[in-house]
C-alpha cells in the first residue's frame, strides 16, 4: 500500500489525509454509539501514544519505501518491534521475559540484522536514511505500545484512538508541507488507496491491536500482530 499509495501523493501527504478522515469517522462512531467521554487529561497520553505507532511507525515506513527500501526489507525490519518491546516491556514495566522468549529475542534480532547486511552488501541499493527511517519506525511503535500500556488502561477504545490519529496528522502535516509541499493529487488510484487505508488499516487493524493491548501484557500483544504490523509496510 506505501509504494502503490504514493504514486500520486507524498507519503506523509498521503498518511495526514488517512489520519484525519480515521479520526473523524471514529469520533462519530463513538458519538453514535455513545462511548464513554475521554478526560481531558488522557489526551495528551493519547497523542504520546499516537506520535509513537502511527506517526513516527506509519511516517517511517512509507517515507522508507518511497526513498527505495524494498517491502520485503521495511517487512522485516518492522517485525523487530515485538523484540524490541519485548525487551523495553522487561526492563521499564517489569515484565517477566521468558527463556524462550529470551532466545526469540535473541535470535529475531540476529536474523534480521543478518539479512539485512546481506542484501545491503549486494547491490540492491540499500542507503542509509531508509534504514534510519526504519530505525525510528521500530522505536516509535515500541515506545508507543509501551505508554498505551503503562498510561493508557481504560481509555475509551475509540475516542481515545481518534486523538492519537488527531496527533498524528498534526505532526505529519509538517513534514507534508515542509518536504513535500502538500502533494496529493484526486485519482482514482489515490482514493482506492484511501479507502483500503482508512477501513482496513487505520480503523480494523489498529483497534485489534489497541483491544489486544488492554487485555494483555505489552510483549504478549505485539507479539500477537506480528502477522499485521509486518503486513503494513507490504501492502
Known amino acids: 500500500m506505501a509504494r502503490y499509495g504514493t504514486k500520486d501523493a507524498g507519503p506523509l501527504t498521503f498518511l495526514v489525509v488517512r489520519c484525519a ?3 473523524i469517522i471514529l469520533l462519530l462512531i463513538a458519538k453514535i454509539t455513545k462511548e464513554v ?24 515506513v512509507w517515507v522508507a519505501i518511497n526513498h527505495g527500501l524494498p517491502s ?41 540484522i543478518a539479512v ?18 526504519m530505525a525510528v519506525a521500530v522505536i516509535g511503535m515500541s515506545s508507543g505500545t509501551l505508554i498505551q500500556r503503562r498510561f493508557a488502561q481504560g481509555t475509551p477504545l475509540l475516542a481515545g484512538t481518534a486523538w492519537q490519529y488527531l496527533a498524528t496528522a498534526s505532526v505529519l502535516s509538517i513534514g507534508a508541507v515542509r518536504s513535500e509541499q502538500w502533494h496529493f493529487e484526486i485519482t482514482q488510484r489515490t482514493m482506492l488507496s484511501l479507502a483500503w487505508s482508512v477501513l482496513v488499516l487505520s ?12 487485555r494483555q501484557a505489552a510483549a504478549t500483544a505485539s507479539g500477537s500482530v506480528v502477522p499485521i504490523w509486518p503486513a503494513r509496510p507490504c501492502t
Open 21 to 23: 478522515v480515521s479520526a
Open 72 to 112: 520485503g526489507i521495511s517487512a522485516l525490519i518492522a517485525a523487530l518491534h515485538p523484540v524490541l518491546t519485548a525487551v523495553l516491556a522487561a526492563v521499564f514495566l517489569k515484565e517477566r521475559l521468558s527463556r524462550r522468549r529470551t532466545w526469540g529475542v535473541v535470535l529475531g534480532f540476529a536474523g534480521v
Open 37 to 60: 467521554r475521554l478526560e481531558r487529561n488522557r489526551i495528551p497520553v493519547q497523542a504520546a501514544v499516537g506520535t509513537g505507532i502511527h506517526a513516527m511507525y506509519l511516517g517511517g
Open 116 to 133: 539485512v547486511v546481506e542484501r545491503g552488501g549486494a547491490g540492491d541499493g540499500i542507503t542509509t536514511f531508509p534504514l534510519f527511517a
Open 203 to 214: 480503523l480494523a487493524a489498529i483497534l485489534i491491536m489497541l483491544w489486544l493491548l488492554h
